[in-house]
Nanobody
């Protein structure tokens, strides 16, 4: 079992930057990959970025590629999401999630085992 806690959300203007953190505790050795997801009002939860725990390989949704960067610090058991050139359409609740034991390239929310509580990101025009 893992516990995940997101932080770093806030309100910024379009074009601004924000850095989200996800601190993991518990059975951190079992994680295969960590994902960032977001959900805006009236919309489905969507995958934003994925990072594989063992080799650090990353994958991004087309909507954020080139603007967002996911990284991890194993010593701190923390995953980060650096968000640059933010747009109003990036406004959402952002969640960190973990997939245990194995992981593919899917960013389908239902396959992830552990979830954080979310941190709100609001981007104004």
């Amino acid at each position: 079992q893992m516990e995940l806690v997101e932080s770093g959300g806030g309100s910024v203007q379009a074009g601004g930057s924000l850095r989200l953190s996800c601190a993991a505790s518990g059975n951190t050795r079992s994680r295969a990959c960590m994902g960032w997801f977001r959900q805006a009002p009236t919309k489905e939860r969507e995958g934003v970025a994925l990072i594989f725990a063992d080799n650090g390989a990353t994958y991004y949704a087309a909507s954020v590629k080139g603007r967002f960067t996911v990284s991890q610090d194993d010593a701190k058991n923390t995953v980060y999401l650096q968000m640059n050139s933010l747009k109003p359409e990036d406004t959402a609740m952002y969640y960190c999630a973990a997939k245990l034991y194995s992981c593919g390239l899917s960013m389908t929310p239902s396959v992830f085992n552990s979830w954080g509580q979310g941190t709100q990101v609001t981007v104004s025009s």
